[in-house]
């Protein structure tokens, strides 16, 4: 997860999910990336209740290369939020995502084909979604190629652009 340590992310549910994670599966690893005012009560929340299968690496400049050593972008929100600049990278690097659905998340993820939009209140709901994720590598891989086709279809810099020039002649008229 990569994200502000705030409290407009859940990072609890996220601690939630891994703790429940591990008693099934010892092998998945969770890492959260990001810095804030969150940081040290998650973190002693982690140290506190014994979540060993939890990495908090703090702020990084280079996020991508430890995006491309993750199978699933994991995104949890509190609040409705606009387009996740987060959601958008692990998708252009090809990552199937698993996002709480709100804001302008619904219209990233493409619920069963690009990912899964989740509810903020059902950990065994994502715990399925990572498990079928991780024990199915094709569709994952599948997932994956058609979130990167998104973000190239639709939110490229060139498509995004002309939108701005189709906006723009439609206002000026």
Known sequence: MVASLSNVKNYDLFLDVAKNMYKDR???????IGGGHEYKRIHDRIE???IYNIKLIGPQKEVEPIINTSDIGLLFSN??????????????????VIATNAGGTKELIESGKTGFLVSNDNINEICQKI???LNN???RFKM?????KT???KFSVEKMAAQFID???ILKN
């Open 26 to 32: 010892k092998d998945i690893t969770f890492i959260g």
């Open 48 to 50: 506190n209740e014994k």
């Open 79 to 96: 609040v409705k939020e606009g387009f996740s600049n987060s959601i958008m990278e692990y998708m252009a690097l090809r990552k199937p």
């Open 131 to 133: 498990i079928f994720l």
């Open 137 to 139: 590598p094709d569709i």
């Open 144 to 148: 994956g190629e058609l979130a990167y």
């Open 151 to 153: 973000i190239k279809d």
């Open 167 to 169: 906006l723009y002649k």
